[in-house]
């Protein structure tokens, strides 16, 4: 299954690639082994968006995710994309606008806990990842509780993360709108960070705050936080 994971990630991000994830994610006959392959089984598998709903995606390339959640939210919803690399960034754009939507905001900044800028390590596009070294690009990195008051969204119903390792960081710029709001949470947290998977890290972060919280989907391992009863 690493090989089939593998050359599946060497596809090029066509828009053709994200109709292959959606085909192997909800096809009925495809099985379930193979259909992990797409992480969109793992980020759906606990919530799916709705009608209306407000949602956070971060790390939003090649916009996989964003571009199945924009259906599923309709006119009355709307899905903020936080994305930094400016090639992942028009891969994004492309894949949305190809699809007729227009219920979305593209932020060209990336997650932290705090406002400043960092160097982006760039791999033509693909799986970029901050760093304290002086590499790459530089990029405007913002805590999310700042920018959704620029923004002024008031609440936000899902956050979705893949970002490369920054989700530590990321999650404690986003305290104030998880305590006000209590989003369900998705973030891939399969990254490792002095030497642990980060998964550990944000399950005690969300748990603290009140979640429900455990991580599975181990193909493209994903930490849940869900709204305790």
Known sequence: MNILTNIFEKIPEWSLKNDLRYFLAFNKFVPNAISNISPINGYI?????????????????????????????GKTGKIICFEPD???REILRKNLKKEGLNNF???????????????????????????????????EVVRLDDELKKLGIKKIDILKMDIEGAEIEAVEGAVETLKKDKPHVTIASYHIVNGKQTSNYIEEFLSDLGYKTFSDFPKHLTTYGLKNA
């Not at 090649?62 to 199945?68: E, I, K, Q, R, S």
Request: aromatic residues 8%.
């Open 45 to 73: 598998k606990y919530y799916i968006p709705k009608k209306g709903d407000i949602i956070v995606d971060a790390g939003a390339y090649p916009g996989d995710y964003a571009v199945f959640a924009c259906r599923k939210i």
């Open 86 to 88: 400016p090639k992942n």
């Open 105 to 139: 905001i593209i932020v060209p900044k990336g997650l932290w806990n705090k406002n400043t800028t960092l160097n982006l390590e760039t791999q033509d596009g693909l799986h970029s990842s901050l760093s304290n070294k002086s590499l790459g690009i530089t990029i």
